[in-house]
């Protein structure tokens, strides 16, 4: 389901075409992935949207305080991938209101542990939703750099 996520990103989403979404469900069967994980990646996006749309507490995203991570978390985002969030969250590229819909999206995907580029895909599908172009930019660099092969 995860690559069906990064497909649509290169091949849709960054360049800002949004066909409709019997037109892509076409599309990925044609491209090779089957029905189930088409589905779950839909649904994994349209709670993304649900979440974008949810208003969240006025303080809650100039909040300074520690994010205390429960066991089911810990063991889904190694170390690095939360030291990474930290680093965006420490450098103003996510807040902590985007913090938390990433950690939501990485719970919600069904693997066991998510990876580094994982998390860095589903920071910049977040940052993508928000019309944050700037940011997206950053961290396409980030992984472009890292990563000269495709997750798909």
């Known amino acids: 389901m995860f690559e069906i996520l990064v497909y649509l990103f290169e091949n849709y989403l ?8 019997d037109y892509l469900e076409r599309e990925l069967s044609a491209a090779g992935f089957n029905s189930d994980e088409i589905s779950q990646a839909f649904t994994w996006l349209h709670e993304l949207e ?32 939360r030291g990474f969030l930290i680093f965006l969250e420490t450098s ?43 940011d997206t930019l950053f961290l396409e660099e980030l992984l472009l750099d890292e990563s000269d092969t495709p997750l798909h």
């Open 14 to 21: 960054d360049a800002n075409f949004h066909p409709d979404q």
């Open 50 to 81: 649900t979440l974008v749309k949810e208003s969240s507490p006025p303080d809650f995203s100039s909040n300074s305080s520690l994010r205390c991570y429960h066991d089911r978390e810990l063991k889904k985002i190694n170390p690095e991938s």
């Open 92 to 134: 103003h590229v996510i807040t902590p209101v985007q913090r938390e819909w990433v950690i939501d999206r990485i719970m919600a995907l069904d693997i066991a542990e998510v990876s580094l580029e994982q998390v860095k895909w589903i920071v910049l599908l977040v940052l993508w939703r928000q019309g944050n172009v700037d």
